[in-house]
């Protein structure tokens, strides 16, 4: 079976950076073919809310993606979605909002009817080639406590987390036998 075509985009921080790699990297583990958009039967879009500016630049991805020629699906995941994902789904009913970056890749198989193991999975060794960094990110917390007034951070990404030590150490391991020469604290 032709592993169906999917791009992933990024807006904003290095947060989102890391968040849409390990999306990229858990799409290809689950077999799907990494293109670029308008190559794309499905493109992920991982939206910035920063400032007014950030959101128009998502709602103009947003637009642009679906515009592509193979009318793809449009997930859209980020800041935006949790703040007002309402401005994105009103844009076209191929756009689906996934609040949860984690389940991307799951509402990316359920979108387009695929069976998560009905495709050729690949290694970690190709997920860093494909990636085509030679530093990995790695988030090691997310979210705010302060409510700063001229911030969203802590409105889009929720109070401050610290992600566990040995889901840290376990990511650094697994870029080290990946071959990755140098890992970012995120």
């Known amino acids: 079976m032709l592993a169906p075509h999917i791009s992933v985009v990024n807006l904003g921080c290095r947060v989102n950076r890391v968040e849409s790699d390990r999306i990229t990297a858990d799409l290809m583990r689950l077999g799907f073919a990494i293109v670029d958009p308008q190559d794309a039967d499905l ?101 705010c406590n302060h409510r700063c007034t001229y911030c969203i951070v802590w409105k889009a990404r929720g109070p401050e987390r610290s992600v566990p030590v040995e889901s840290v150490l376990e990511q650094v391991r697994e870029a080290q036998e990946a071959g990755v020469p140098e890992v970012v604290l995120t």
């Open 43 to 143: 493109i992920v879009i991982n939206t910035c809310a920063v400032t007014g500016e950030a959101e128009a630049k998502t709602r103009k991805a947003v637009r642009h993606a679906l515009a592509h020629p193979n009318d793809p699906y449009v997930v859209v995941t980020g800041c935006v979605v949790n703040l007002h994902p309402e401005e994105l789904l009103e844009l076209s009913d191929r756009v689906i909002a996934e609040p949860s970056k984690i389940d991307v890749a799951e509402r990316v198989c359920e979108v387009l009817g695929v069976e998560s193991d009905s495709v050729p999975a690949c290694s970690d060794g190709e997920v860093v080639d494909a990636l085509g960094r030679s530093r990995l990110g790695v988030k090691i917390q997310d979210g």
